[in-house]
């Protein structure tokens, strides 16, 4: 069994414990009036400190989501819109569970933000998973998402990284098959990428510029690893590392317990490769065990991510979790009914909603447009959601709005 | 120099045959109901679709006047809508040429009523059509398919028009691919009229066709798109017993599911006079038998199928066009409210619209709109 050598420098005292609930409404009637801005900076404190809480506790993780949903409410026009269509307000909610989720695809239809634009210290645009049939919100109708500080995704995204891809190091060579954020300034993953890079990075860097792979330096540099690396990227950059590797006979035989982080899937992509065939193909051309090779799931549209339990598993001397996608303790996750949007049965299969607390000023209920199996524990991802638009003469949505930005 | 026997003999044939499949009695008529009835469309959708395909052929196939232009056309087909088939059957006759008629999965048995019904009118044109069944995209069987044509003819998405010209003869394919249709309903219309008129352009084939409005533009405020909304609810409702919903399919009902979710954003709020901006029809089967969604001005929306309408305001028609011009060649027809006057007209094929019509004529394109007899006369793409 692995440990890492210190603990995480996250770890704070939780200072907010709820004793009763109560309606957002409620919740906020009993405070004295603030303004929406000491409203959000509060919000952020607290939240913050819940994602660097050792002991979590479910009480306060519903005081805060109900609060953040009166918050969201008062100061989303959109958001409010759905809710009052959907006629479940701060008045009536009295559970995370109930609060109004928004379609992650509804990032690309209006401004999903809680502070004015000129505010907005950082747009991430999604890389086009989400469908959308309307062009009139932006340009390339790919859902963008606003952020007015990246105090609580950052908090998010490095705890639950730590957690769940080097619970046994302090940091670790990174080889990254992504661009970098200053290459890619609007991609979320290259945020996040450069964020855990210059937190956890010990060597290694980004080997993507311009769209193009470069692979001759990534085989260089994994090459030269003499100590655990971390190889992160896309499948899709992966599969066209593979097929480098595959036509120059490259192998490499990284070092024990090094690691592999897959995200991002294919989405829609003209080639694919069954999930299995990756992971096997990865785990033989890096000389990586297969319980280290591991997914993350994100989006654009939530400021976490989950990931494989595979590796934490695997440090922990647990018994190893296969696919399964564990979340941050501040975060919970739903499986609805893809019509309904009525939550499923335990164990069934559906659209996988998150409620996320570090999305706080934009929506934290989230639909997500892909299916999944819930257990206790996490979730299985499945597939895209069947919403994808089905075959017929008029339904090349994506490819007519392509033909007519052309 | 054209042999006007043989012209006359092809077009008499032609007519007669046109003729039958406006008699609701006619064999062919009577077979393909038959074929039809346990297919993709309820009988009444299936029936409308029949009696509208060659209503006005008679004076195109009797104008045709070219030689016989004896070519050997692949017709592949598409599986969304009925019309086609028997277009392409009729264009490829008149045209004079030889038709291999490539039926879709989902529909297989007109091809062969109308090589049947070919038979029956005899020369020139029995024998000139020859139903085909492959499994589209079987490259083997395609490979040795396409070189006994002189021209291909090929309807589906883009997609699959690509994948035809990469692989057949370079300039023998002319494709007809994704494209998008809007409304556009002038200030001053009778809106219980047009209401009607738009429910059919939306009701029939659900709009999986090319020629559905999808967005319509309301001349006016958002209230006046608000209540035209409002009444093509209740024209879609009152439509839906002689222009029933098709079954719908678990994708397209997760489809429809989602454009509600986005809808509650999306939408106007609702307005002083108390309506919604969100009509959603009763549930048939586990799916609304439509969505109308009225929402601000902006580009035109184009969400999937399944009766599924956007209503949105506009400042007058030039700003619809604008709108309009943003689909780029994906825009086909345009269906306006009461008269199509020249102005409009003028104002929206500027702005690329292939086709401007009347609202209720739109799913009624004229004989020889798509495809064209010329699609069938020429070796080359035109």
Redesign the interface.
């Given at each position: 069994m692995w440990r890492r050598k210190l603990p995480c420098p996250r770890t704070e005292v939780c200072r907010y414990r709820a004793v009763k609930t109560h309606t957002a409404l409620e919740k906020i009637s009993l405070q004295t009036p603030r303004s929406a801005d000491q409203i959000a900076a509060d919000l952020d404190r607290r939240i913050e400190a819940y994602i660097r809480c050792s002991d979590p506790d479910s009480v306060e993780f519903d005081q805060l989501a109900l609060e953040l949903f009166a918050y969201q409410y008062a100061n989303n026009d959109?958001?409010r819109?759905?809710c009052d269509?959907?006629g479940h307000t701060p008045s009536n909610v009295d559970s995370w569970r109930a609060v109004p989720a928004?379609?992650a695809?509804?990032f690309g239809?209006?401004r999903?933000a809680c502070f004015p634009e000129e505010r907005t210290t950082v747009t991430f645009i999604s890389s086009g998973t989400t469908r959308s049939?309307?062009?009139?919100?932006n340009s390339s109708d790919r859902s963008i998402h606003e952020l007015e500080n990246t105090k609580l995704y950052d908090a998010s995204l490095l705890a639950h990284f730590c957690q769940c891809v080097i619970p046994d190091l302090d940091r670790i060579r990174m080889i990254l098959l992504s661009p970098s954020f200053d290459d890619a300034p609007q991609s979320s993953l290259s945020y996040m990428l450069s964020k855990l890079y210059s937190t956890y990075g010990n060597g290694g860097g980004f080997f993507m510029r311009e769209d193009a792979l470069d692979v001759e330096g990534i085989a260089k540099a994994l090459q030269e690893s003499r100590e655990r690396t971390l190889v992160f990227g896309t499948a899709f950059a992966f599969v066209h590392f593979l097929d480098y590797c595959a036509s120059t006979k490259l192998r490499f035989n990284l070092p024990e317990r090094s690691r592999i982080v897959e995200t991002g899937g294919f989405k829609g992509k003209s080639r694919s490769v069954a999930r299995d065939d990756l992971y096997d193909a990865l785990s033989g051309t890096f000389g990586v065990s297969h319980e280290f090779c591991v997914a993350e799931y994100g989006m654009c549209e939530l400021g976490s991510q989950w990931y494989d339990a595979g590796l934490s598993d695997a440090f922990a001397g647990r018994h190893v979790r296969e696919q399964l996608k564990v979340g941050p303790h501040w975060t919970r996750t739903l499986v609805v009914d893809?019509?309904?949007?009525h939550e499923l049965p335990h164990g069934s299969t559906g659209l996988l909603q998150v409620f996320d607390l570090s999305n706080r000023g934009s929506v934290a209920a989230i639909?997500t447009?892909d299916l999944v199996t819930q257990s206790d524990e996490g979730f299985i991802y499945v597939s895209r959601?069947?919403?994808?638009?089905?075959?017929?003469?008029?339904?090349?949505?994506d490819?007519?709005?392509g033909?007519?930005r052309? | 120099m054209i042999d006007l026997t043989s012209l006359t003999a092809r077009q008499d044939a032609l007519l007669r045959g046109a003729a039958q499949w406006r008699d609701r009695n006619s064999a062919a008529r009577v077979a393909a109901r038959e074929a039809l009835r346990n297919g993709e469309w309820p009988p009444e959708v299936v029936e409308t679709a029949l009696e509208g395909v060659l209503r006005d052929a008679d004076e195109q196939l009797a104008a045709w006047r070219a030689p016989e232009a004896d070519l050997t056309v692949l017709a592949i087909l598409p599986g969304n809508v009925i019309g086609p088939t028997i277009a392409a059957a009729y264009c490829a006759a008149a045209a004079g040429s030889k038709l291999m008629l490539k039926s879709s999965s989902r529909e297989l048995q007109l091809a062969d009523i109308l090589a049947a019904q070919f038979e029956q009118l005899g020369p020139p044109v029995a024998g000139t059509l020859r139903p085909m069944r492959w499994s589209g995209g079987d490259e083997d069987f395609e490979a040795k398919v396409f070189p006994l044509a002189q021209r291909i003819v090929v309807f589906g998405d883009d997609a699959t028009i690509e994948d035809v010209k990469r692989r057949a003869p370079e300039g023998s394919v002319k494709g007809y691919g994704s494209a998008f249709s809007i409304g556009f309903v002038p200030s001053g219309s009778d809106i219980g009229a047009a209401t009607q008129a738009a429910a059919f352009d939306v009701a029939l084939f659900d709009q999986r066709g090319c020629l559905s409005p999808q967005t319509i533009y309301v001349e006016g405020s958002d209230a006046q798109a608000i209540l035209f909304g409002h009444g093509l609810s209740i024209s879609l409702c009152k439509l839906s017993p002689s222009l029933p919903r098709a079954h719908a399919g678990e994708a397209e009902i997760a489809a429809v599911a989602e454009f509600i979710r986005r809808l509650h954003v999306r939408a106007l709020p609702p307005a002083t006079h108390a309506l919604g901006t969100i009509f959603v029809g009763p549930d048939k089967d586990g799916v609304a038998e439509f969505v109308v969604g009225a929402e601000p001005f902006s580009r035109p929306a184009c969400p999937a199928f399944g009766r599924l309408v956007i209503v949105k305001p506009c400042r007058d028609a030039t700003q619809a066009a604008d709108a309009a011009k943003t689909l780029g060649p994906k825009l086909d027809s345009v269906g306006v409210a009461g008269p199509v006057t020249p102005s409009l007209q003028r104002i929206f094929m500027k702005a690329g619209a292939l086709r401007v019509c009347s609202l209720g004529e739109m799913q009624r394109p004229p004989f020889g709109y798509r495809p064209q007899i010329a699609d069938f006369a020429n070796a080359r793409v035109q």
């Open positions: 959109p958001y819109q759905l269509q959907r928004l379609s695809a509804s239809d209006a999903i049939g309307d062009p009139s919100h893809a019509v309904t949007a639909l447009g959601s069947l919403a994808a638009p089905p075959k017929g003469c008029s339904i090349a949505v490819t007519m709005l033909a007519a052309d | -």
